[in-house]
């Protein structure tokens, strides 16, 4: 009944809105001249003239034909009569696309806040087209609901980047531009949807590169304000932690760990898109000092997936520092680790040693994965929570994986499978879904990139 109430509400506002945009004499006659020939009110007032019934009789009948709070003789007159002020009155302000634009942007902004309440009350399906463009990934998907992957393409940038042994902005910058169509195109047509079909565009908003980033930005910007779909922003961290969300489902309170290649965080949550960061590196990320590390080895680009495959032939023999710092806080710190690593390197070839770099992997994993897993013990203590989710590009390490279900018992651990741990859209697809229920879209399309960024922001 209150729907009923809404849409017959919204009806008459959307009419008035039009109403009010046709303000001038040709308009205001134009609308009575219409009304006065499809109404049925200009007949009945001849037959009243000529004193002829049958006139009368048919004015009645229009008349009656027309009636009800929903009548389309409303907007039918209002249309005609936009295009008699054209046509008749050669009023210039008005023009084909003019009408079409009045009509939809009367009843677009409303429909859009109706939309969303259902979606809300769970009684609509979303469809969301998500954009990733934060570092050498370029990626759209088309995701359901927070929870269904209907495409997820990722056009990845590693051949280019390694020849220079990293990522290089702005290379990354430019292949995104290179790319973004392509990747928008495959998506929706893997998906089999139609753009019509989709309900929401979403995009990450940082932290990451940000001319990457202003990429993706500036394409779903454009795509969403071309097809009128509202637009959101959506934190990469996020993404990363919601990835969880698509094989698994989120419990709260969970403790999640992001291990990416430019980011170490704790984080608690009690509910969705609640985020309380409990502590974060204090220089180097995890994926980052694997990929310095890997570089110092000699070994190539990205470190983490080579080291993660070196480590599985090698041993622990290296004695490298772990840094536990505080046993009562949750920041981390690898730049001692990734120091110790060069110098070991530094005073081998000095010596004219040999190193072995499974060795060297394996040890140097081992050192990461200790701390990694002490804090997550630790923090568990002090928040006991339901689940703990390991996320970012580093929790796709085959040993990390290995230790976390070996060494921590009792509590549900869940990572997203290897596809959705590296960059990608489909992650932001799900976390956009929580994005938009709790904060909505953005009013207007203007949406910044942020190199920095935190999740509690
Ligand atoms: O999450 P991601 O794709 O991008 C960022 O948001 O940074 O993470 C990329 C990082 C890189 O540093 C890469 O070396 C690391 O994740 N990585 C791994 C593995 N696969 C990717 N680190 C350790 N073991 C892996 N198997
Ligand atoms: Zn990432």
Redesign the pocket.
Known sequence: MKKAWRAFANFWKGIWEIVKSMGNWRGVLSLLIVWLIISGSGIFVLGFVFNNTLLKGIGIAMYAFWLGPFTPLIPLNIALAMVVQRFVFLDKNVSWKSIKEKFRGAFKEDKEIIKKEEFIKGENDMLILAVET??DETSVSITRNGKEVLSNIVLSQIKIHQEFGGVVPEVASRNHVLNITRVFDKAIKEANVKIDDIDLVAVTKGPGLIGALLVGINAATAFAFAHDKPLVGVN?LAG?IYAANIENELKFPLIALVV???HTSLVYMDDHMSFKTLGETLDDAV??A??KVSRMMGEGY????IL?KLAKEGKDIYNLPRAYLDKNDYKFSFSGLKSAVNNLIYHSNRKGETINNNDLAASFQEAVIDVLIHKLKTVIEEYPVKQIVIA???A???RLRERVYEEIKDIEIIMPSLKYC??NAAMIGIAAYYTYKKEGSLENYQLGGYSTLNLDE
């Open positions: 934060s570092c990469h990363h990416s290649g430019g994926g980052e694997y990929d990205p470190g983490g997936p993660d970012g590009g580093v796709a390490n085959s590296t960059d």
